[in-house]
């Protein structure tokens, strides 16, 4: 089946550091999606990306959907304390005629003042 | 604008008993889906729902869970009987028509069955 393999696992970074994160797969995706979890709340919508090659920012984030449509990466720029929290992707898989997503393990942030 | 109301925030039970959960979708959303999160497990989905029908139930885990959406703005998850390996935060979430397949989620059900 269709899996999503976050990257990475953790990240522990200071104030002001940029951060990547990716999202991969072996299947193909027609749809990628980036929420934000934080501690006793349910995740938040951050980015969506329709289309291969698209590239969107939401402030200081910006996501891109991979050109082979196996893959999305996430990037926040100049990072603050309030970044922290558990960022997944979720992809809605191609070749299926349903509206399940995929959601990825996540990636864990921590952000140091 | 009201984002997904779920209730109660948390619920503390013991086994064998029954706990129902309800959920709020956005007004005018057609689709509503029951997540369990657990740390385990990450997220799983359970049922969805479009216009109130179920679609897929495929990841109830038993007999034991059932969801209901008697309209296009209520939906309940239950557990009946209750276990302890159900302990777990769910999550409702809902998304707007066909091809939108942005979901937003309420800020869960942390459910503990001692």
């Known amino acids: 089946g269709q899996q999503l393999n976050q990257s990475p696992q953790s990240m522990f970074i200071q104030e002001g550091e940029d951060v990547s994160m990716n999202c991969t797969s072996s299947s193909i995706f027609n749809t990628w999606l980036w929420y934000k979890q934080e501690p006793g709340e349910g995740p938040v919508l951050l980015i969506a990306?329709?289309?291969?090659?698209e590239l969107t920012s939401n402030g200081r984030l910006t996501a891109q959907f991979g050109i082979t449509r196996k893959d999305s990466f996430l990037n926040i720029s100049a990072s603050i304390p309030s970044d922290v929290g558990i960022y997944f992707c979720a992809g809605l898989p191609s070749g299926y005629n349903t509206d399940k997503l995929i959601f990825g393990t996540g990636t864990r942030l921590q952000v140091f003042p | 604008d009201a984002g997904v109301i779920q209730s109660p925030r948390h619920e503390v039970t013991e086994m064998g008993q029954e706990v129902t959960l309800r959920c709020k979708p956005i007004?005018?959303?057609?689709?509503l889906f029951w997540y369990r999160q657990t740390m385990m497990r990450g997220l799983e989905l359970l049922i969805y729902?479009?216009?109130?029908?179920?679609?897929?139930d495929s990841g109830m885990p038993e007999d034991r869970f059932s969801a209901k959406m008697p309209n296009a703005s209520f939906s309940t998850l239950k557990i009946q009987p209750s276990e302890p390996r159900d302990s777990a935060v769910y999550f409702c979430?809902?998304?707007?028509?066909?091809?939108?397949?942005?979901?937003?989620f309420g800020p869960g059900t942390r459910l503990t069955v001692t």
């Open positions: 990306l329709y289309k291969a090659g």
């Open positions: 729902f479009n216009n109130n029908v179920p679609i897929d």
């Open positions: 007004s005018g959303h057609d689709y």
């Open positions: 979430a809902s998304s707007g028509i066909a091809g939108d397949y942005e979901q937003y």
